[in-house]
Protein backbone atom coordinates (compact mmCIF):
# COMPACT_ATOMS: atom_id res chain seq x y z
CA UNK A 1 0.00 0.00 0.00
CA UNK A 2 1.37 3.62 -0.74
CA UNK A 3 1.49 5.77 2.16
CA UNK A 4 0.94 9.25 0.72
CA UNK A 5 -0.97 9.74 -2.83
CA UNK A 6 -1.52 13.29 -4.19
CA UNK A 7 -4.21 13.50 -7.07
CA UNK A 8 -4.25 17.02 -8.52
CA UNK A 9 -8.00 17.41 -11.27
CA UNK A 10 -9.93 20.21 -11.26
CA UNK A 11 -13.03 18.10 -11.43
CA UNK A 12 -15.21 17.62 -7.83
CA UNK A 13 -16.97 14.46 -9.36
CA UNK A 14 -13.37 12.43 -10.14
CA UNK A 15 -12.40 13.62 -6.70
CA UNK A 16 -15.29 11.96 -5.05
CA UNK A 17 -14.80 8.70 -7.67
CA UNK A 18 -11.42 8.52 -6.25
CA UNK A 19 -11.47 8.82 -2.65
CA UNK A 20 -14.37 6.19 -2.63
CA UNK A 21 -12.42 3.85 -5.17
CA UNK A 22 -9.09 4.46 -3.65
CA UNK A 23 -10.43 3.70 -0.23
CA UNK A 24 -12.10 0.61 -1.47
CA UNK A 25 -9.27 -0.87 -3.00
CA UNK A 26 -6.86 0.19 -0.29
CA UNK A 27 -4.57 2.04 -2.48
CA UNK A 28 -2.88 4.24 -0.08
CA UNK A 29 -2.93 5.33 3.92
CA UNK A 30 -3.28 9.24 3.10
CA UNK A 31 -5.21 10.74 0.37
CA UNK A 32 -4.55 14.50 -0.69
CA UNK A 33 -6.71 16.36 -3.36
CA UNK A 34 -5.76 19.57 -4.91
CA UNK A 35 -7.93 21.47 -8.02
CA UNK A 36 -4.62 22.40 -10.79
CA UNK A 37 -1.34 22.66 -11.37
CA UNK A 38 -0.46 25.62 -9.38
CA UNK A 39 -2.18 24.28 -5.90
CA UNK A 40 0.35 21.55 -6.42
CA UNK A 41 3.05 23.76 -6.92
CA UNK A 42 2.08 25.40 -3.51
CA UNK A 43 1.87 22.06 -1.78
CA UNK A 44 5.84 21.32 -3.19
CA UNK A 45 7.22 23.74 -1.58
CA UNK A 46 5.55 23.94 1.79
CA UNK A 47 6.76 20.43 1.79
CA UNK A 48 10.77 21.66 1.29
CA UNK A 49 10.37 23.60 4.82
CA UNK A 50 7.77 21.57 6.32
CA UNK A 51 8.94 19.38 9.44
CA UNK A 52 7.14 16.18 8.95
CA UNK A 53 7.61 15.03 5.60
CA UNK A 54 4.61 13.32 4.61
CA UNK A 55 5.96 13.12 0.59
CA UNK A 56 3.71 10.89 -1.62
CA UNK A 57 4.78 8.47 -3.52
CA UNK A 58 2.59 8.89 -6.28
CA UNK A 59 0.65 11.49 -8.30
CA UNK A 60 -2.17 11.02 -10.08
CA UNK A 61 -2.46 14.47 -12.38
CA UNK A 62 -4.92 15.06 -14.83
CA UNK A 63 -3.81 17.00 -18.19
CA UNK A 64 -6.77 19.92 -18.91
CA UNK A 65 -7.04 22.00 -15.47
CA UNK A 66 -7.24 25.35 -15.39
CA UNK A 67 -5.14 28.03 -13.75
CA UNK A 68 -2.04 25.62 -14.09
CA UNK A 69 -2.89 22.65 -16.73
CA UNK A 70 -0.83 19.28 -16.11
CA UNK A 71 2.10 19.46 -18.85
CA UNK A 72 2.89 23.11 -16.92
CA UNK A 73 3.14 21.48 -13.52
CA UNK A 74 5.53 18.22 -14.79
CA UNK A 75 7.53 21.50 -16.21
CA UNK A 76 8.10 22.70 -12.95
CA UNK A 77 8.08 19.81 -10.95
CA UNK A 78 10.79 18.64 -12.63
CA UNK A 79 13.17 21.68 -12.37
CA UNK A 80 11.92 22.15 -8.98
CA UNK A 81 11.13 19.61 -7.32
CA UNK A 82 12.49 15.87 -9.02
CA UNK A 83 15.65 16.32 -7.26
CA UNK A 84 14.43 16.55 -3.90
CA UNK A 85 11.42 14.35 -3.72
CA UNK A 86 13.39 11.56 -5.82
CA UNK A 87 11.02 8.84 -4.79
CA UNK A 88 7.76 10.75 -6.44
CA UNK A 89 6.23 9.20 -9.26
CA UNK A 90 3.66 10.60 -11.64
CA UNK A 91 0.93 8.60 -12.96
CA UNK A 92 -1.18 11.00 -15.86
CA UNK A 93 -5.10 10.44 -15.17
CA UNK A 94 -7.04 12.11 -18.71
CA UNK A 95 -9.72 11.11 -20.48
CA UNK A 96 -7.87 12.37 -23.78
CA UNK A 97 -7.68 10.55 -26.13
CA UNK A 98 -4.89 12.32 -28.19
CA UNK A 99 -2.31 9.77 -28.76
CA UNK A 100 0.08 13.17 -28.80
CA UNK A 101 -0.57 13.39 -25.05
CA UNK A 102 0.65 9.75 -24.38
CA UNK A 103 3.35 10.02 -26.65
CA UNK A 104 4.84 13.95 -24.87
CA UNK A 105 4.18 12.07 -21.48
CA UNK A 106 6.81 9.64 -22.31
CA UNK A 107 9.17 12.30 -22.38
CA UNK A 108 9.21 13.17 -18.62
CA UNK A 109 11.17 10.10 -17.13
CA UNK A 110 9.26 10.33 -13.72
CA UNK A 111 6.15 9.59 -15.29
CA UNK A 112 5.48 5.73 -14.69
CA UNK A 113 1.64 5.27 -16.72
CA UNK A 114 -1.01 6.61 -18.77
CA UNK A 115 -4.45 6.05 -17.46
CA UNK A 116 -7.88 6.88 -18.66
CA UNK A 117 -10.70 7.90 -16.95
CA UNK A 118 -12.59 6.56 -15.20
CA UNK A 119 -10.32 5.43 -12.39
CA UNK A 120 -12.14 2.15 -11.70
CA UNK A 121 -10.92 -0.38 -9.91
CA UNK A 122 -8.76 -2.13 -12.84
CA UNK A 123 -7.23 1.28 -13.24
CA UNK A 124 -6.49 0.29 -9.65
CA UNK A 125 -4.98 -2.98 -10.33
CA UNK A 126 -3.32 -1.53 -13.26
CA UNK A 127 -1.39 0.94 -10.73
CA UNK A 128 -0.32 -2.13 -8.58
CA UNK A 129 1.31 -4.16 -10.84
CA UNK A 130 3.49 -1.38 -12.32
CA UNK A 131 6.87 -2.51 -12.13
CA UNK A 132 8.03 1.24 -10.70
CA UNK A 133 5.59 0.77 -8.01
CA UNK A 134 6.23 -2.53 -7.33
CA UNK A 135 7.71 -2.00 -3.80
CA UNK A 136 4.41 -0.67 -2.32
CA UNK A 137 1.98 -3.59 -3.24
CA UNK B 1 -0.90 39.76 -92.42
CA UNK B 2 2.15 40.12 -94.30
CA UNK B 3 3.80 36.59 -95.53
CA UNK B 4 7.79 35.58 -94.83
CA UNK B 5 8.81 35.61 -98.19
CA UNK B 6 10.28 31.69 -98.11
CA UNK B 7 6.79 30.51 -97.17
CA UNK B 8 4.07 28.98 -99.32
CA UNK B 9 0.60 30.00 -99.11
CA UNK B 10 -0.68 26.37 -98.10
CA UNK B 11 1.97 26.38 -95.70
CA UNK B 12 0.96 29.73 -93.88
CA UNK B 13 -2.73 28.53 -94.10
CA UNK B 14 -1.63 25.54 -92.56
CA UNK B 15 0.05 27.22 -89.54
CA UNK B 16 -2.34 29.74 -89.24
CA UNK B 17 -4.93 26.96 -88.52
CA UNK B 18 -2.71 24.68 -85.90
CA UNK B 19 -2.18 28.22 -84.68
CA UNK B 20 -6.12 28.44 -83.58
CA UNK B 21 -6.62 25.02 -81.85
CA UNK B 22 -5.85 26.80 -78.47
CA UNK B 23 -5.22 30.15 -79.98
CA UNK B 24 -1.30 30.07 -79.42
CA UNK B 25 0.82 32.27 -80.64
CA UNK B 26 3.05 30.82 -83.24
CA UNK B 27 6.73 32.42 -83.92
CA UNK B 28 9.64 31.30 -86.60
CA UNK B 29 12.40 33.44 -86.06
CA UNK B 30 14.86 33.53 -88.68
CA UNK B 31 18.08 34.15 -87.27
CA UNK B 32 19.97 34.74 -90.85
CA UNK B 33 17.48 38.29 -91.18
CA UNK B 34 16.42 38.67 -87.58
CA UNK B 35 12.56 39.01 -88.77
CA UNK B 36 10.24 36.54 -86.78
CA UNK B 37 6.76 35.25 -88.34
CA UNK B 38 4.31 34.80 -86.24
CA UNK B 39 0.97 33.01 -86.74
CA UNK B 40 -2.08 33.01 -84.68
CA UNK B 41 -4.01 36.22 -85.13
CA UNK B 42 -6.13 36.00 -82.28
CA UNK B 43 -3.27 35.51 -79.53
CA UNK B 44 -1.29 38.80 -81.38
CA UNK B 45 -4.17 40.81 -81.76
CA UNK B 46 -4.16 41.02 -78.12
CA UNK B 47 -0.71 42.52 -77.99
CA UNK B 48 -1.05 45.10 -80.90
CA UNK B 49 -1.62 44.25 -84.59
CA UNK B 50 1.92 44.63 -85.74
CA UNK B 51 3.10 41.94 -83.97
CA UNK B 52 1.17 39.66 -86.58
CA UNK B 53 3.47 40.52 -89.61
CA UNK B 54 6.93 39.79 -89.64
CA UNK B 55 9.03 41.94 -87.12
CA UNK B 56 12.37 41.96 -85.69
CA UNK B 57 12.26 40.06 -82.13
CA UNK B 58 12.69 43.49 -80.44
CA UNK B 59 8.81 44.42 -81.26
CA UNK B 60 7.90 41.40 -79.16
CA UNK B 61 10.92 41.78 -76.58
CA UNK B 62 9.59 45.53 -75.34
CA UNK B 63 6.49 44.03 -73.95
CA UNK B 64 8.27 41.54 -71.98
CA UNK B 65 7.63 42.98 -68.34
CA UNK B 66 10.76 45.02 -66.83
CA UNK B 67 10.77 42.05 -64.39
CA UNK B 68 11.44 39.39 -66.48
CA UNK B 69 12.59 40.86 -69.94
CA UNK B 70 16.47 40.73 -69.26
CA UNK B 71 16.56 37.11 -67.55
CA UNK B 72 14.08 36.30 -71.55
CA UNK B 73 16.44 37.71 -73.47
CA UNK B 74 19.74 36.45 -71.85
CA UNK B 75 18.27 32.57 -71.79
CA UNK B 76 17.11 32.47 -74.93
CA UNK B 77 20.74 34.16 -76.00
CA UNK B 78 22.30 31.58 -74.10
CA UNK B 79 20.54 28.74 -75.63
CA UNK B 80 21.05 29.94 -78.93
CA UNK B 81 24.58 30.02 -78.38
CA UNK B 82 24.80 26.69 -77.03
CA UNK B 83 24.68 23.77 -79.39
CA UNK B 84 23.70 21.01 -77.51
CA UNK B 85 20.57 23.03 -76.69
CA UNK B 86 17.55 22.33 -78.85
CA UNK B 87 14.84 22.71 -76.86
CA UNK B 88 14.20 25.85 -74.24
CA UNK B 89 10.69 27.08 -72.38
CA UNK B 90 10.40 30.71 -70.38
CA UNK B 91 7.52 31.93 -68.56
CA UNK B 92 7.11 36.02 -68.39
CA UNK B 93 4.92 38.62 -68.51
CA UNK B 94 3.70 40.57 -71.38
CA UNK B 95 1.94 43.58 -72.14
CA UNK B 96 -1.05 43.55 -73.69
CA UNK B 97 -2.84 46.53 -75.63
CA UNK B 98 -5.90 46.67 -72.96
CA UNK B 99 -2.72 47.61 -70.00
CA UNK B 100 -2.83 44.48 -68.16
CA UNK B 101 0.24 41.75 -68.57
CA UNK B 102 -0.76 37.97 -70.00
CA UNK B 103 1.46 35.09 -68.15
CA UNK B 104 3.09 33.92 -71.43
CA UNK B 105 4.30 29.91 -71.91
CA UNK B 106 7.15 29.41 -74.38
CA UNK B 107 8.13 25.99 -75.80
CA UNK B 108 10.89 26.68 -78.43
CA UNK B 109 12.69 24.38 -80.62
CA UNK B 110 16.23 25.16 -82.31
CA UNK B 111 17.05 24.14 -85.53
CA UNK B 112 21.04 24.24 -86.27
CA UNK B 113 22.74 23.12 -89.23
CA UNK B 114 25.66 20.38 -89.28
CA UNK B 115 27.89 22.81 -87.52
CA UNK B 116 25.53 23.19 -84.39
CA UNK B 117 25.39 26.53 -85.26
CA UNK B 118 21.35 27.69 -84.92
CA UNK B 119 19.91 28.90 -88.09
CA UNK B 120 15.85 29.07 -87.01
CA UNK B 121 14.08 29.26 -83.84
CA UNK B 122 10.25 27.59 -83.75
CA UNK B 123 8.45 28.43 -80.84
CA UNK B 124 4.85 28.14 -79.37
CA UNK B 125 3.57 31.05 -77.37
CA UNK B 126 0.68 30.05 -74.71
CA UNK B 127 -1.11 32.66 -72.76
CA UNK B 128 -1.54 30.70 -69.26
CA UNK B 129 -2.89 33.90 -66.94
CA UNK B 130 -6.19 31.84 -66.65
CA UNK B 131 -4.49 28.70 -65.49
CA UNK B 132 -1.54 30.49 -63.59
CA UNK B 133 -4.75 31.95 -61.65
CA UNK B 134 -6.33 28.73 -61.33
CA UNK B 135 -3.30 27.18 -59.94
CA UNK B 136 -3.08 29.88 -57.53
CA UNK B 137 -6.26 29.91 -56.34
CA UNK B 138 -5.90 25.79 -56.21
CA UNK B 139 -3.15 26.37 -53.79
CA UNK B 140 -5.12 28.74 -51.31
CA UNK B 141 -8.22 26.49 -51.28
CA UNK B 142 -5.84 23.36 -50.91
CA UNK B 143 -4.02 25.59 -47.78
CA UNK B 144 -7.43 26.40 -46.35
CA UNK B 145 -8.60 22.55 -46.37
CA UNK B 146 -5.36 21.74 -44.72
CA UNK B 147 -6.10 24.34 -41.62
CA UNK B 148 -9.56 23.37 -41.75
CA UNK B 149 -9.03 19.73 -41.60
CA UNK B 150 -6.44 20.60 -39.13
CA UNK B 151 -8.74 22.47 -36.78
CA UNK B 152 -11.62 20.35 -37.32
CA UNK B 153 -9.25 17.13 -35.86
CA UNK B 154 -8.24 19.63 -32.85
CA UNK B 155 -11.85 20.31 -32.40
CA UNK B 156 -12.84 16.13 -32.49
CA UNK B 157 -10.36 15.84 -29.86
CA UNK B 158 -11.56 19.08 -27.66
CA UNK B 159 -15.23 17.64 -28.11
CA UNK B 160 -14.31 13.88 -27.56
CA UNK B 161 -12.39 15.51 -24.22
CA UNK B 162 -15.59 17.22 -23.41
CA UNK B 163 -17.57 14.78 -23.92
CA UNK B 164 -15.45 11.44 -22.43
CA UNK B 165 -15.45 13.57 -19.09
CA UNK B 166 -18.60 13.57 -17.85
CA UNK B 167 -19.12 10.33 -19.72
CA UNK B 168 -15.95 8.87 -17.64
CA UNK B 169 -17.80 10.53 -14.37
CA UNK B 170 -20.74 8.33 -14.69
CA UNK B 171 -19.31 5.38 -14.99
CA UNK B 172 -16.52 5.71 -12.62
CA UNK B 173 -19.81 6.68 -9.96
CA UNK B 174 -21.51 3.81 -10.82
CA UNK B 175 -18.83 1.44 -10.18
CA UNK B 176 -18.62 2.80 -6.96
CA UNK B 177 -22.43 1.78 -6.28
CA UNK B 178 -23.02 -1.68 -4.75
CA UNK B 179 -26.23 -2.85 -5.64
CA UNK B 180 -26.43 -5.10 -3.37
CA UNK B 181 -26.79 -2.83 -0.54
CA UNK B 182 -30.11 -1.63 -2.34
CA UNK B 183 -33.30 -3.17 -0.58
CA UNK B 184 -35.97 -1.67 -3.20
CA UNK B 185 -35.40 -4.15 -6.13
CA UNK B 186 -37.07 -1.52 -8.81
CA UNK B 187 -34.14 1.06 -7.49
CA UNK B 188 -31.79 -1.98 -7.71
CA UNK B 189 -33.04 -2.28 -11.49
CA UNK B 190 -33.20 1.20 -12.65
CA UNK B 191 -29.29 1.45 -11.52
CA UNK B 192 -28.43 -1.51 -13.14
CA UNK B 193 -30.03 -0.24 -16.73
CA UNK B 194 -28.40 3.39 -15.60
CA UNK B 195 -24.96 1.38 -15.88
CA UNK B 196 -25.79 -0.09 -18.78
CA UNK B 197 -27.28 2.99 -20.37
CA UNK B 198 -23.93 4.69 -19.53
CA UNK B 199 -21.80 1.91 -20.62
CA UNK B 200 -23.79 2.13 -24.09
CA UNK B 201 -22.93 6.17 -24.53
CA UNK B 202 -19.45 4.91 -23.81
CA UNK B 203 -19.32 3.15 -26.65
CA UNK B 204 -20.57 5.08 -28.95
CA UNK B 205 -18.88 8.34 -27.72
CA UNK B 206 -15.72 6.01 -28.54
CA UNK B 207 -17.09 4.42 -31.68
CA UNK B 208 -17.61 7.96 -33.31
CA UNK B 209 -13.99 9.14 -31.70
CA UNK B 210 -12.66 6.17 -33.44
CA UNK B 211 -14.05 7.17 -36.99
CA UNK B 212 -13.06 10.91 -36.62
CA UNK B 213 -9.33 10.12 -35.68
CA UNK B 214 -9.46 7.45 -38.95
CA UNK B 215 -11.05 10.17 -41.42
CA UNK B 216 -7.94 12.74 -40.30
CA UNK B 217 -5.45 10.66 -40.46
CA UNK B 218 -5.45 9.80 -43.83
CA UNK B 219 -1.18 8.82 -43.39
CA UNK B 220 -1.18 4.98 -43.75
CA UNK B 221 1.36 2.69 -42.84
CA UNK B 222 1.42 -0.06 -45.43
CA UNK B 223 3.39 -2.96 -44.61
CA UNK B 224 3.49 -6.95 -45.62
CA UNK B 225 0.40 -8.43 -43.28
CA UNK B 226 -0.46 -11.83 -43.25
CA UNK B 227 -3.68 -12.60 -42.95
CA UNK B 228 -3.71 -16.01 -40.80
CA UNK B 229 -1.99 -14.08 -38.28
CA UNK B 230 -4.44 -11.29 -38.32
CA UNK B 231 -7.44 -13.69 -38.07
CA UNK B 232 -5.97 -15.92 -35.30
CA UNK B 233 -5.50 -12.53 -33.16
CA UNK B 234 -9.26 -11.61 -33.78
CA UNK B 235 -10.25 -14.90 -33.30
CA UNK B 236 -8.16 -14.90 -29.74
CA UNK B 237 -9.61 -11.95 -28.70
CA UNK B 238 -13.34 -12.70 -29.12
CA UNK B 239 -12.64 -16.57 -28.14
CA UNK B 240 -15.19 -16.26 -25.63
CA UNK B 241 -17.82 -15.26 -27.80
CA UNK B 242 -16.90 -17.73 -30.14
CA UNK B 243 -17.58 -20.53 -27.69
CA UNK B 244 -20.79 -18.87 -27.11
CA UNK B 245 -22.11 -18.97 -30.39
CA UNK B 246 -20.97 -22.42 -31.01
CA UNK B 247 -19.68 -21.54 -34.62
CA UNK B 248 -18.36 -23.66 -36.85
CA UNK B 249 -14.81 -21.25 -38.52
CA UNK B 250 -12.86 -22.37 -41.09
CA UNK B 251 -9.75 -20.32 -42.75
CA UNK B 252 -7.90 -21.17 -45.82
CA UNK B 253 -5.70 -18.44 -46.72
CA UNK B 254 -4.01 -20.90 -49.34
CA UNK B 255 -4.72 -18.72 -52.52
CA UNK B 256 -2.67 -16.12 -51.09
CA UNK B 257 -1.79 -15.09 -47.32
CA UNK B 258 0.34 -11.84 -47.46
CA UNK B 259 -0.97 -8.42 -48.67
CA UNK B 260 -0.01 -5.00 -48.32
CA UNK B 261 -1.89 -3.16 -45.82
CA UNK B 262 -2.30 -1.37 -42.52
CA UNK B 263 -2.09 -4.20 -39.80
CA UNK B 264 -4.55 -2.64 -37.53
CA UNK B 265 -6.87 -1.65 -40.33
CA UNK B 266 -6.97 -5.89 -41.45
CA UNK B 267 -7.17 -6.65 -37.90
CA UNK B 268 -10.13 -4.02 -37.50
CA UNK B 269 -11.76 -5.43 -40.73
CA UNK B 270 -11.71 -9.02 -39.53
CA UNK B 271 -13.22 -7.86 -36.21
CA UNK B 272 -15.98 -6.39 -37.15
CA UNK B 273 -16.91 -8.97 -39.65
CA UNK B 274 -16.39 -11.57 -37.28
CA UNK B 275 -18.37 -9.65 -34.42
CA UNK B 276 -21.15 -8.96 -37.21
CA UNK B 277 -21.61 -13.21 -37.90
CA UNK B 278 -21.79 -13.95 -34.44
CA UNK B 279 -24.41 -11.15 -33.41
CA UNK B 280 -26.55 -11.44 -36.91
CA UNK B 281 -26.73 -15.53 -36.97
CA UNK B 282 -29.34 -17.48 -37.47
CA UNK B 283 -31.01 -18.57 -34.02
CA UNK B 284 -32.50 -21.60 -36.26
CA UNK B 285 -29.16 -23.50 -37.44
CA UNK B 286 -25.57 -23.92 -36.33
CA UNK B 287 -23.66 -20.90 -37.13
CA UNK B 288 -20.68 -22.07 -39.99
CA UNK B 289 -18.24 -19.22 -41.05
CA UNK B 290 -16.03 -19.41 -44.13
CA UNK B 291 -13.18 -17.25 -44.38
CA UNK B 292 -10.68 -17.58 -47.88
CA UNK B 293 -9.04 -16.15 -50.42
CA UNK B 294 -8.97 -15.90 -53.81
CA UNK B 295 -7.04 -14.73 -56.88
CA UNK B 296 -8.95 -13.47 -59.65
CA UNK B 297 -7.44 -11.09 -62.33
CA UNK B 298 -4.60 -10.60 -60.83
CA UNK B 299 -5.85 -9.28 -57.72
CA UNK B 300 -6.10 -10.91 -54.16
CA UNK B 301 -9.56 -11.35 -53.06
CA UNK B 302 -10.91 -12.06 -49.19
CA UNK B 303 -13.88 -13.57 -48.39
CA UNK B 304 -15.98 -13.90 -45.32
CA UNK B 305 -19.31 -16.46 -45.55
CA UNK B 306 -21.40 -17.13 -43.20
CA UNK B 307 -25.14 -18.75 -42.71
CA UNK B 308 -26.96 -16.20 -40.57
CA UNK B 309 -29.48 -14.30 -41.00
CA UNK B 310 -28.78 -12.36 -44.16
CA UNK B 311 -29.45 -9.18 -45.42
CA UNK B 312 -32.25 -7.74 -47.60
CA UNK B 313 -29.94 -6.34 -50.44
CA UNK B 314 -33.10 -5.54 -52.89
CA UNK B 315 -34.35 -3.21 -49.95
CA UNK B 316 -30.51 -2.26 -48.00
CA UNK B 317 -28.28 -2.60 -51.15
CA UNK B 318 -27.03 0.64 -51.60
CA UNK B 319 -26.98 1.16 -47.82
CA UNK B 320 -24.97 -1.75 -45.93
CA UNK B 321 -21.93 0.33 -45.78
CA UNK B 322 -23.75 3.74 -44.58
CA UNK B 323 -22.97 5.34 -41.94
CA UNK B 324 -25.55 4.33 -38.96
CA UNK B 325 -27.57 1.69 -40.97
CA UNK B 326 -28.85 -1.05 -39.18
CA UNK B 327 -30.73 -3.84 -40.62
CA UNK B 328 -31.20 -5.90 -37.67
CA UNK B 329 -33.04 -4.93 -34.60
CA UNK B 330 -30.26 -5.63 -32.17
CA UNK B 331 -29.34 -4.57 -28.82
CA UNK B 332 -25.75 -4.19 -29.11
CA UNK B 333 -25.77 -2.29 -33.12
CA UNK B 334 -24.68 0.53 -33.51
CA UNK B 335 -24.42 1.39 -37.17
CA UNK B 336 -20.79 1.93 -37.54
CA UNK B 337 -18.97 -1.32 -37.87
CA UNK B 338 -19.25 -1.57 -41.81
CA UNK B 339 -19.30 2.08 -42.42
CA UNK B 340 -15.51 1.76 -41.35
CA UNK B 341 -14.93 -1.41 -42.76
CA UNK B 342 -15.35 0.42 -45.98
CA UNK B 343 -13.46 3.67 -44.92
CA UNK B 344 -10.49 1.22 -44.20
CA UNK B 345 -10.96 -0.63 -47.11
CA UNK B 346 -11.09 2.14 -49.87
CA UNK B 347 -8.48 4.54 -47.97
CA UNK B 348 -6.07 1.30 -48.84
CA UNK B 349 -7.21 1.50 -52.49
CA UNK B 350 -9.36 -1.73 -52.37
CA UNK B 351 -12.97 -3.01 -53.01
CA UNK B 352 -15.38 -4.11 -50.42
CA UNK B 353 -18.74 -5.84 -51.32
CA UNK B 354 -21.01 -7.99 -50.07
CA UNK B 355 -23.64 -10.53 -51.30
CA UNK B 356 -26.93 -11.97 -49.60
CA UNK B 357 -29.47 -13.57 -49.16
CA UNK B 358 -32.07 -13.36 -46.33
CA UNK B 359 -32.27 -16.66 -43.90
CA UNK B 360 -29.07 -18.26 -46.16
CA UNK B 361 -26.13 -16.19 -44.93
CA UNK B 362 -23.79 -13.45 -46.14
CA UNK B 363 -20.47 -13.11 -48.12
CA UNK B 364 -18.72 -9.57 -47.49
CA UNK B 365 -15.97 -9.83 -49.88
CA UNK B 366 -12.39 -7.35 -50.28
CA UNK B 367 -10.32 -7.09 -53.28
CA UNK B 368 -7.41 -5.70 -52.41
CA UNK B 369 -5.14 -3.40 -54.32
CA UNK B 370 -2.69 -4.74 -56.99
CA UNK B 371 0.53 -4.66 -55.49
CA UNK B 372 2.75 -3.04 -58.08
CA UNK B 373 5.62 -5.03 -59.53
CA UNK B 374 9.22 -4.50 -57.97
CA UNK B 375 10.98 -1.50 -59.65
Given at each position: MLNNLLLIDDDDVTHFICENVIKNENLTKNLTMLYNGQEGVNYFRNLLTAESKDVPELILLD??????NGWDFLEVFSKEFEDKFPNTKVCILTSSLDPLDFTHSQVYHNVIGFLNKPFIKERVEELKSNDRLAAYF | MQAPNNLLPETLKVLESIAKINNDGLWIWNLGTNEVSRFGEEFYNAFG????????PEDWEKLIHPDDKSRVVKNYKAAIEN???LRTDETYQVLKTDGTYADILDHAYISRNENGKATTVYGIASDITFRKKNDIEREMRISELTKANSSLKQFSYIISHNLRTPISNLIGLGSII???????PLIQKTVEKYKLATLNLNKNVNGLFELLVQNTNPEKQVQEVKLDDVFKQVMDSVETKITESGAEISADF????IVEFNPVYMHSIFLNFLTNTLKYRDPERDLKVKVFTEKKDGCLLLHFSDNGLGIDLDKYGDK?????????????????GLHIVATQVKASGGKVWVTSEPNKGTTFSIQFKKIGHAE
Open positions: LNMPVM | NTLTSLSPPEIDESKIEDSEGNVFGLYQKFHNHPDSKGL
